[in-house]
């Protein structure tokens, strides 16, 4: 503690490359394995709202993109325009109010109801441990207390998608093999699927990772006020606790996982598109 | 006495006329111009015209207390009597007044940062400066503002100084690739081949054609902004009580939500109407200077 900040800064970036992220102040325990309990859960939340969200926002977005300016155009537009406007914590707190006291069909607390067993931990993804376990009931009852959380961090990422595929698909309407397409009479359906939809992904794609990364900050509220036992609400009570080691280790992970995505997204458009791996090769 | 209109030229009050019209041809950013003067309007002239100005601060009346929406209280009180319209009208300001110091921080520093960067565009010093954005720009802002708030003590202050912190390297990048396309045009070579000094270059030749994408993405960035504002303050890292700030009054709202649910669903409106106004107007804006980048 007493060398110069440099100094220290390597001596944690050393420890931090065996995986010794310190110990937290609160918690008492090895940061790293506070982060390996309560990441698998996050990471679930967070797959399960990029599976909802991204056929959906296709959906949307290709239908909208498809009929411009009819009624659903607008609807669409409007959606959006609210999705990305309305910030989570108060779809969280809307979310609250209509399930929790209107509607009481979604549990809106935790993630098992009072009297299911917690299956055994294996991969710490609560779904996938219920699976393993066979219990069929803590697997329903897990999925749908995911419902809620997701639906709130998935509307401005579902809104967002939307509208950039739909802007891509309606330059793309404009593009020369897509008119002759039309014109030689291949039925519309398949020149949406075969040749329309798949170049006009590229945008929406290439937020994906921004919007994945930000669902991971969006996950430090939506935990906090869904009381789920996650990644998110860990790194949230380490700074209001003032945690520093976990704090550190939070935001480092983020980041990590912002680039991993970034990665992964990179591929997923050199799929998509062609020209971009020639232009790879080549260069 | 000259009207205004008599003050500017032939040609200006012609262009003005071209740009409103074409601006206007858009329902959708008239609408967003309403709501942003609307709720300026309400923050500049909140201690006049809001209908009890005394709920701003630490303002008790048990006998008013937790009432519903009425026409005496249009959005309700709150548990210690404070009228709910009045403080939202007060919130406002402070989430202006958050977002335009914000600004004014980043936009300049960040803008400067870029002309330097993309005007040495390929020695160390792009290199440094560019690199440095980068890792500002590798963690979510959400994150890196939560964390940095927590280190720091609780207030306004400092979650303005947490925002701008994290904010200024989306206006480096932008300014970045601008000047970095701009230098290689004939006017710059021109200016430096008769010697004129770097810095003139930078700020006389280069910026002001940098001027309208970044003055379009200030405006579409004042809604995030205040978004990123508002969540801070909802996790109780922003503004403390008694201010009223929006997201923190939908946090202490939300303490009581199903049965007195007007003291959280008016601010969380108030926040969604104010980001919606400043989106459509951007976008209104970004229309009609044409900027693609953004």
Partial sequence: MNDPLPVQYVIWLMNALRGDLGESIVSKRPVSQDVLTFFPASFELVMFSTIISVPLAILIGALAGRRANSIFDNIVRVFSYVGIAVPTFVWAVLALFLFGYLWKVLPIMGQLSVGIRRPPVRTGMMSIDALLAGRWDAFVDHLKHMILPALCMSVGRIAQEARLLRAGIIENLKKDYIVAAISYGIPERRVMMTYLLKPSLIPMVSIMALDLASSMGGSFIIETIFNWPGFGRYGMWAMLNKDLNAVVASVMIVGIFFALFNILVDVIIAYLDPRIRVMERAS | ?294
């Fill in chain 2, 1 to 294: 006495m000259k009207s205004i209109g008599s003050l500017l030229s032939e040609d200006q009050r012609e262009s003005l006329k071209r740009n409103w019209h074409k601006f206007s041809t858009n329902p959708l950013s008239i609408v967003g111009l309403i709501t942003v003067l609307t709720i300026t309007f309400m923050a500049i002239f909140s201690p006049w015209i809001a209908p009890y100005p005394q709920s701003w601060g630490r303002w008790i009346d048990f006998s008013q207390a937790s009432l519903p929406p009425s026409w005496k209280h249009p959005c309700g009180t709150d548990i210690y009597g404070r009228d709910i319209l009045s403080r939202i009208m007060f919130g406002f300001r402070y989430d202006l007044l958050m977002a335009v110091c914000i600004l004014a921080m980043v936009v300049p520093s960040g803008t400067f940062l870029g002309l330097v960067a993309g005007y040495y565009h390929g020695t160390w010093i792009d290199t440094v400066i560019m690199r440095i954005t980068d890792i500002f720009l590798a963690i979510p802002s959400l994150v890196l503002a939560l964390a940095i708030c927590a280190l720091l003590e609780p207030s306004l202050f400092n979650s303005m100084m947490a925002v701008s912190l994290l904010w200024w390297p989306w206006y480096s990048r932008l300014a970045y690739s601008l000047t970095s396309s701009i230098r290689n045009e004939y006017f710059v070579q021109a200016a430096e081949l008769i010697g004129a000094n770097p810095l003139y270059i930078m700020f006389r030749e280069i910026l002001p054609n940098c001027l309208s994408p970044i003055f379009t993405k200030m405006t579409l960035d004042v809604g995030w902004v205040i978004l990123i504002g508002s969540t801070l303050s909802f996790v109780g890292l922003g503004a403390q009580e008694p201010m009223p700030a929006l997201g923190n009054m939908v946090a202490v709202g939300s303490k009581y939500m199903p049965d007195y649910w007007w003291m959280t669903i008016f601010p969380a409106l108030a926040i969604a109407f104010t980001i919606l106004g400043f989106n459509l107007l951007g976008d209104g804006i970004r229309d009609l200077l044409a900027v693609e980048e953004i």
